[in-house]
């Protein structure tokens, strides 16, 4: 499972993430909406502190992905095979 998509789903999804963030529903769900979903480094502390905050179980990859600040690599196209 995606450890983002796993974050998403310890908080109770979109709504429930905006709102122990308080980040705006709508930027939340660009995070995870995202090809391939990722929280902005920026932003990972906040998803921390809420975690802590709410009493939320993450798991290790979980922690060790809001602790990094580095981007995840964007997806690329795949190139057209020709027939």
Known sequence: MDVVRSIFETFG?????????????QTVSEWRNRSPAEIPPWRRPAV??????????????ALAYLASRERTPKAQPVASVAA
Request: avoid cysteine; glycine fraction near 8%.
């Open 13 to 25: 999804g979109v709504s429930a993430l905006a709102e122990a963030t308080g980040f705006p529903q």
């Open 48 to 61: 921390a502190d809420a975690a802590r905050r709410l009493e939320r179980a993450l798991s290790p990859e």
